[in-house]
Structure formats: C-alpha cells, structure tokens
C-alpha cells in the first residue's frame, strides 16, 4: 500500500463474520458528502461497490463494499447522533509485498482500521490480469480504471452470461467477442444465433452483422443443410419417437437396428472397415421408412397370421411422415448438397471457419428454424465442433469456443424431457470439452431453467440485472459463500454494467461493458414511435403467404 493511500482511514470494523464485516465509519466521513482525495481522484467515503483494505498487525483483507446504512444513537441528555456502517464482503488479503492473494486465510479482529483503495492499488491487484490486454469495460466504481479479464480462465473453463431479458445481455455478449478478436486474432467461435441479432439480412439480400465482415461467416441454418445421417442415434430417437409412447422402447431397438444394418451397407461401399451405429455416414431415411412400414404390416401364412411387430409402429411412422413432408425441416431431412458421406468435410470447414472464407466466428442463424427442432440442431451443431477437436491432433493448437444463446431453451434444467438426448449431448461437452479444446459460453436469462450441471462446469460468471427473486438465490448458490451477498448488488445494476464472478476475474467486480460498436441488432419493439408513426395497412395476403410457406424473410 502507498503511504499516501494508507492515511486515509474511513473506518474501523464492528463485527467479524465468516462470510462477511461491518464497519462503522468514522465521523468525518459521515458527512452529506464524503469526498475523499486519492491521487487524481475523488470519490465517496465507503460507496456501494468501492473497494477497502482491513489493516491489522500483518493481516491485509482486501474488501468490497455491498451495503450502508445509518443508526441513531442517544446521550444521557437526549441528544441525538447518527452512526454509519457499510456491509463487507472480503475477497483477498494483500501480503507484505502488496501481492494479491485470492481468498482469505487470517481475518482480523473487531477495531482492525479500514483504508480507502485508489487506483494505485487496484493497478496492484489486477497487475497480472492487464497483461493479458482482453480489457472489456471499466470499473464502476473508478470509471478512468478499464478492467482486463484471463483469457485462459473464461475461454478454457466455460463461462455464462447471465441477466433477465432487457439488462444488455446481446450488447455484452457482442462486445465481449469484438474485444476478443481484437485481442485475439486467431479466435475459433461457433455462435447459436437464436433470433437473427448477431448476423441478419437486410431486405436486399445482403448481410449485416455486428461483428467485422472480414472476420465473420454466416451461416443460415436452413440453407446450410444439417443432414440428418450426420446426427447420433440419440438426436435421431429425439426426433422421431416420442419417449412417452408406449411403443417408444420397441421403436428405439428397431430403429437401432435398421441403422447399424444401413450404415454397415454404406461403410462397405466406401471402403470403411469399421462402423457404429454413430458414425457419420449417408443412409437413406426413406430406405429406414420403409423398413419400418415393412415391418408394421408384415403378414405371414398368407395374410392369416400378424408379424411379430404388426401395427407397433404406428406412431413412429406418423411423426416420421409429418416431419418428412413439412418444409421447415427440408434442411434436416431433405438434403440436396450434402447427401453423400464425402460432403462432410465441407460442411466442418465452414462450421470451423476455414472454408472459402477464413473466419474467426461462424455465426448460425437458427431464427428460422422450426421451435422444436432448435434443439436437436443445437446439439448437433455443438457436438460437431465437439467431435471436429475430438479427432483433430492439433486440438490444443486450435481451441474452440461454442457461445449458445439463449440457453435455457435447449440445455433445460428439467430430467427426462423430449430433448433429453439434446441435453445430454451438451452436458457431455461440458464435462468432457475442455480436455479437447472445446468451451461453452451460456448466455441465458433464466439460470433456473438451465441445466444446473452445465451452470457447475462454468467457472466464470458475467451477471448482469436480476431482479426475480429464485434467480438471485441460484446465482448467490452459484458463488462462494463469502461472494453470495454479492447478489444482492444484481438488480441495482443498470443496462450494460456486470458483476463479474469466478476465476476469469482476480476478484468480484462490478463493471461497465464497453458499449459494442457496431451494436446487435435489437429484438426490442418501439411501441411509442410505431403506434405513432406506424402503417395504416398491412399486406395481410403476404403474411398469410409467409405463414403457408414457412418464410419470415
């Protein structure tokens, strides 16, 4: 600590918890405007979100200000004097050679003196980390101060945004990346673009997208043709049975056997000696139809007797034909590219970035994509890139990050749920990725409804305005206990500012994210300017057009 720095005493601790302090602060700082003077800067004795340092002895506890508040005290002659106290939370110490330490070991006693921080000292703390020079906003409470995450941690242990809908999560999520490019150069990112704010069409045709166009692949999911062959026996169960039928186990064996006998087929006459029922070779799902027709009405001794399976897949081949002939999964089921096993190659080349356009981040547009196959495209996109470093012997040259957005939608938290396959494959990217150099980032505006086993692999936490209540309390869950009161600071936050928790950071802290430049395309409707200066008519023909062929172009 700076001599200048350590005279500025606010003041002294009252109580001593586990998981917390209080201090009262001294009476000249109890002022209506308790400014104080830190070399070139003035800011308030004690602030929510200011830093202190607790000096005792050899102890150094390094402390963020949560809360404040005021309490009467009466004399022998009625007169009245008011106290001040602020809430802390402790967060390090700072050794003798002003090093910061994460996590604290030796806690100091009740009247232990608390110590304004300033910039030198938070210079000191974040040293290591500025290094890095992946700076993403400034420090709320000293604005000239702009903070630098550790790459390593948030990219290499999984990372979420999280923040109820309004609170900037679009505008976080695209700054963070355009500073990782620029930090970066060679960044790999796959982007689950769910509602067309990342990477957009403009009404001529040509692409928009808020990330540089030399750096950024769009990829609209309908047109990119995510043939179903390419998909695991679990994705293809979540597609075409229903696990609550009662027929459901009996349809998923045969199934299971109709694609190890397809697939051996293909693998002879490609020259592969080797095959499982998931390996990503072309079968013809009409040929699969049909067996399971063949098989559903199977008659023996001349019509007189029923086959084994008569009339067991009656289900299976009702959701197989609606699926089939609906057009919004042509894409999946209808394949006009990618319908022989040598087009797999290309199809990875684009996903990675390394087709006829290098890229740093392929966004996939799933705005147009049915609802309910979201998912299993989701899951399929991710365990692409999963399996792409899985087999790649240059893996640890070539890491990639998977950002999905809107999470909660396909990594629910719910057991046993019509997508259970699509969870489990992102889960199993959770716990198994980063050992391949594949990370996740999960943006999600309700932690509650997300897979709690995909929230515990994350290491590193950017949570922005919360106000519901269950959310606070996951997220107080999520941090630890010496961090949890920090929840209580989310739904004070206002658009764009953070609270950034876990390893990424040498410190919970509290900050502005720099605004993106060019910003996401907003999903938010002006109500005001439209019902004021909005149309008079509609082409109503035109959305009924639209409705009909499944185009919201």
Avoid at 33 to 41: R, S, V
Avoid at 155 to 162: E, K, L, N, S, T
Avoid at 275 to 290: G, K, N, Q, R
Avoid at 323 to 340: C, E, G, H, T, W
Wanted: glycine fraction near 8%.
């Amino acid at each position: 600590m700076t001599q200048q720095t350590q005279n500025i005493l606010i003041g002294h601790l009252t109580e001593v918890r586990g998981d917390g302090m209080d201090a009262r602060i001294t009476e000249e700082h109890s002022t209506a405007a308790p400014i104080i003077k830190l070399g070139d800067e003035e800011i308030l004795a004690g602030h929510i979100g200011s830093y202190v340092v607790i000096r005792q002895s050899h102890i150094g506890v390094l402390a963020l200000v949560f809360k404040m508040w005021e309490r009467d005290r009466f004399d022998a002659a009625g007169n009245r004097a008011t106290d001040r106290f602020i809430a802390l939370i402790p967060v390090g110490e700072l050794n003798e050679s002003n090093v910061f330490i994460r996590g604290v070991r030796h806690y100091p006693t009740p009247g232990a003196a608390v110590y304004a921080v300033g910039l030198s000292e938070i210079n000191a703390i974040f040293s290591k980390f500025r290094d890095y020079e992946f700076f993403i906003g400034q420090l709320a409470s000293h604005k000239d101060y702009h903070l630098s995450l550790d790459p390593r941690a948030l990219f290499g242990r999984h990372f979420a945004i999280i923040g109820q809908s309004g609170s900037g999560k679009s505008w976080t999520v695209t700054s963070l990346i355009q500073h990782t490019m620029r930090a970066m150069p060679k960044t790999h990112m796959i982007m689950l673009d769910l509602h067309g704010e990342y990477c957009w069409k403009r009404p001529d045709g040509s692409i928009e997208s808020a990330f540089p166009e030399e750096q950024v692949n769009y990829v609209d999911a309908m047109d990119l043709e995510m043939p179903y062959w390419m998909m695991s026996y679990a994705e293809l169960v979540d597609l075409f049975i229903d696990r609550d039928d009662r027929g459901a186990s009996m349809q998923m064996s045969f199934m299971r056997e109709v694609l190890q006998q397809l697939k051996r087929k293909e693998a002879k006459a490609i020259g592969l000696g080797v095959v499982s029922i998931d390996t990503p070779i072309y079968f013809s799902l009409a040929e699969m139809y049909m067996q399971f027709k063949a098989a559903n009405e199977e008659r023996k001794d001349f019509g007189k007797t029923k086959g084994a399976l008569f009339g067991q897949f009656d289900e299976f081949l009702v959701t197989m034909q609606s699926r089939f002939n609906d057009v919004r999964y042509d894409f999946l089921l209808k394949p006009k590219k990618r319908n022989n096993s040598a087009s797999m190659a290309d199809l990875l080349r684009q996903f990675v970035g390394l087709g006829q356009k290098k890229a740093n981040i392929t966004v996939v547009d799933l705005s147009s994509v049915p609802t309910d196959v979201r998912p299993a495209v989701s899951a399929q996109v991710g365990r692409l890139a999963y399996e792409f470093n899985y087999w790649n012997p240059r893996r640890r040259e070539f890491p990639i990050t998977l950002i999905c957005e809107e999470a909660h939608a396909y990594i629910p938290r719910e057991k046993g749920g019509q997508f259970d396959g699509t969870k489990k494959m992102m889960e199993r990217i959770a716990k198994e990725g980063r050992k391949y150099g594949v990370s996740i980032g999960v943006v999600s505006q309700r932690p509650t409804e997300l897979s709690e086993t995909m929230l515990a692999q994350c290491s590193s936490f950017i949570c922005l305005r919360t106000t519901n209540p269950d959310d606070q309390q996951y997220i107080r869950g999520l941090v630890p206990e010496a961090e949890g009161d920090l929840a209580d600071i989310l739904s004070s936050l206002g658009r764009g500012e953070a609270l950034v928790l876990g390893e990424a950071a040498p410190l919970p802290t509290r900050v502005q994210i720099y605004r993106p430049n060019p910003e996401p395309k907003s999903n938010d409707v002006d109500y005001y300017t439209s019902w004021r200066e909005g149309p008079d008519d509609l082409d109503v023909e035109g959305i009924v057009e639209n409705w009909r062929t499944q185009n919201r172009h």
